[in-house]
């Protein structure tokens, strides 16, 4: 039996009562005080970032220890700065200082350890995690499909009633979390993540292959032991309208950069144009996403249905730069689809990609492509397929990962080879250094 973490959507309180007087509380009295909290914690990790940048990056790349974000600040002396600047009357100041810690230690690290070559600098996006904090500024309590969340603002203490979201009623919830803070168009929403227990599925005499593409959101191919085929499927006409959708819209963007560049080789005023594009990413982000969500639904209710215990799916570790960047959300695809597949307890491994689209899945000889009309000739036994299918194919046919199985978090076995593994979405900018505190 496994375990899966996973965020729920943005929650805003359905009532907010003040413990100190008794009395319910106006939304906008709250909003104003965790609005502030929030505002504050993330001014003093960008001042801080912006005075001692290159201090922090090498203390965290010298320093492999596995502990808590707030706790390796304190062993290395970052403290809160311009402590002067609380509000009066504010009490849980070692609190606020660990939001800070928590903030500045794991986004930073996030940055660092990222291999993307044209990486951005840390942003420090308006949120904070409370899951840095102990009992004494935040505690969780489930009860009656209500998310109860005693929670303290400076020196007043609320507690604020959540409706829990129905579909999570046929899930097996098993620890809550504490939430995360966001500031959404200057409002707070408080985002859960829960730890679910997942079946495990007796393993089945076939597996499958999943290609995704641009042209093609997603092939999937059904093998059985041998290596033959027992079914294949390609994306619904809404998937490719979506994707195709996307598709057009970066290109507007990439159309909207090159103009705005021109606009400033010729010394015009490009804000106009920037704000626009930036729009354009907005959008395409947004359809990546559905899209992403989409195929993950679609493949787990066709596996479902042939009982496959294993997915493979290319390991794309190497599609990093400016030469994907945006324009592919394969990763984010697949790791939508790994959690969908894990509460059905199929289990998803990645898979070397190569020559999976220049080899004949039939014969193992190379193909020839024609671009035109997207079908894969193979030199030797001259067969014809869609290019698609036959990577599908190739993919679904690999027995095991090229890759080394890895170690779990606590070192002490290894985790399935080629297995995905889903970190806390709360966490995933400290993942693989450390370990998300659930509360009970």
Known sequence: MGKLISALPPLRPVQIINLTTGELTPHNEHTTKVTQLVEYVTHQVRESYAQNSTKIEQDLLSDKRRVQPAEWARQNGYALPNKSELPEGVKAVSRVEKLYQHKLVSEVLAYVVNPNPRKQSPSFAPKINLGAVDKQMCVLNIEDNQ????????????????????????????????????????????????????????????????????VEPYTLAVVNKKGERIAHYTTTPRLKHLNGKRERILREKAHIVRKANHYDNLGLDSGVLRLEAKRKARKALILGQETARQIGADVTKKLSNHNVSILNIENLSWAVGAKYGSKW?????????????????????????????????????????????????????????????????????????????????????????????????HNSIFKKHILTRIAT
């Open 147 to 214: 998310i109860h969340l005693d929670f303290k603002v400076w020196d007043e203490r609320y507690l604020l009633t959540f409706n829990i979201p129905h579909y999570l009623n046929s899930r097996d919830v098993k620890k809550w979390s504490l939430p995360t803070i966001e500031l959404r168009k200057g409002e707070p929403c408080y985002v859960f993540s829960v730890e679910e227990k997942i079946p495990t599925r007796a393993p089945s005499h076939s597996q499958a292959g999943l290609d995704l593409g641009r």
């Open 329 to 425: 959300a394969h990763s984010q695809t697949q790791e939508t689809t790994t959690h969908a597949l894990l509460r059905k307890g199929v289990r998803t491994r990645r898979i070397n990609p190569k020559n999976t689209s220049q080899t004949c899945h039939k014969c193992g000889e190379r193909v020839v492509h024609n671009s035109r009309t997207r079908l894969a000739t193979c030199v030797e036994c001259r067969a014809r397929f869609d290019r698609d299918y036959n990577a599908a194919m190739n993919i679904a046919k690999k027995k095991q990962t090229s890759y080394p199985a890895q170690k779990s978090r606590n070192g002490d076995k290894p985790s399935p080879t080629g297995q995905l593994v889903e970190d806390n979405p």
